[in-house]
């Protein structure tokens, strides 16, 4: 950083240009209306502060003025550049006018400042309210002196196009200036404003789009490709020798074993229902339990059948757990289905001996 720095190139000297007029006579503001000026600058050529590159522009303007808020003051550059100095103020009553006010603009930035600079006075009248003016009115004010004040830099390697502009490059693509009459440029015949707005036209209209952007083709294949998935079973997926887990099943099955047991015993001494259907539960229950599952008979649905028939007797009853605890029972029997399962897969694999 500190290299590139002495190696800095700096702008130019800043320098200022001034242009003045003073008006014999006066010139009138009509009320209601427009007053403008020209001021003609060659940027002070020959001498120490010729200026043909601007930064920044002053005006000092003096006028007199019936309602000073009424006014806006408008400046306009050689290449068409519009800048707003002064707009009007609803609180502004005051009748002194204005005595030697500066006002400045930064628009024109970069602008070559030779050519016709022009200075627009404007009465808006009725913008203030509490400026009491007679429909009778004839002048709102008078311009009394105008005084430009152009700073910028010079640089001499600048050249000033002196023959009409021909052409220009937009997007990659050489323009022609129409031309008026017998082919023949003429100059100033197309501000340099109307020269940019068509310009920016021609990029808009030709900007890239969406649609504009080539979309690569891909081959896809309309084939259907199935692809075979191995199955395993529960066996597979063990990589042990299958003791652990065997005497892990097995411990689960006598602990719920014994709670099954435990809450059989407690249902049927706090019911003592005695139907055929509790019986036949119960001497399936005790075989399974026992010596394993009953031959030709669906336990599980046995015990649906039982909690659904034998459920009004269980909600009236003085104990409001007892459909719960049936409920228990049921599921406790399932998992146990599903371990004697898991118990004898394993045996008849040859894992858990």
């Known amino acids: 950083m500190v290299q590139q720095a002495l190696q800095f190139q700096a702008v130019a000297p800043h320098r200022k240009c001034t242009e003045e007029v003073n008006f014999d006579p006066v010139r009138v503001l009509p009320s209601g209306e427009e007053v403008s000026v020209t001021i003609q600058s060659a940027g002070c050529p020959g001498t120490d502060t010729e200026v043909n590159t601007l930064e920044h522009v002053q005006v000092t303007v003096s006028l007199s003025s019936v309602c000073r808020g009424d006014l806006s003051i408008t400046l306009v550059s050689p290449a068409g550049t519009m800048s707003l100095l002064l707009g009007t103020r609803s609180n502004d009553v005051?009748?002194?006018?204005?005595?030697k006010w500066t006002l400045m603009s930064v628009h024109s930035w970069g602008e070559d400042p030779h050519g016709a600079w022009t200075l627009r006075v404007k009465d808006n009248k009725g913008a203030v309210d509490r400026c009491l003016r007679a429909r009778s009115e004839e002048a709102a004010g008078a311009l009394l002196s105008v005084k430009l004040l152009l700073y910028g830099t010079y640089n001499p390697q600048r050249t000033r196009h002196e023959e009409p502009l021909q052409g220009f490059v937009s997007m990659g693509t050489y323009h022609s200036v129409p031309k008026v009459g017998d082919g023949v440029y003429v100059r100033d015949m197309y501000p340099l404003q109307d020269l940019i707005q068509w310009a920016f036209e021609l990029e808009r209209n030709r900007k890239v789009g969406t649609t504009d952007i080539p979309v690569p083709r891909q081959h896809k294949s309309s084939r259907l490709i199935f692809h075979p998935v191995q199955s395993f079973s529960s066996v597979d997926l063990d990589d042990t020798d299958g003791v652990d887990l065997h005497s892990h099943l097995k411990s689960l099955w006598n602990?719920?074993?014994?709670?099954?047991?435990?809450?059989?015993?407690?249902?049927?001494?706090?019911?003592?229902?005695?139907?055929?259907?509790?019986?036949?539960?119960?001497v399936a229950l005790r075989n399974f339990l026992g010596a394993?599952?009953?031959?030709?008979?669906?336990?599980?649905?046995?015990?649906?059948?039982?909690?659904?028939?034998l459920g009004g007797a269980t909600r009236s009853s003085p104990h409001q757990n007892l459909t719960q605890l049936l409920h228990d029972i049921s599921v406790d029997v399932r998992e146990l289905f599903y371990l004697k399962e898991r118990l004898q897969t394993r045996t008849n694999s040859g894992l858990g001996r």
Do not use: C, H, I
Not at 94 to 99: K, L, Y
């Open 292 to 309: 394993g599952p009953a031959r030709g008979v669906e336990l599980p649905q046995m015990m649906r059948k039982l909690q659904g028939g």
């Open 94 to 99: 005051s009748t002194a006018g204005m005595r």
């Open 255 to 282: 602990t719920l074993r014994d709670k099954v047991d435990t809450n059989w015993f407690l249902y049927k001494s706090v019911t003592g229902n005695q139907s055929p259907q509790l019986q036949r539960a119960d």
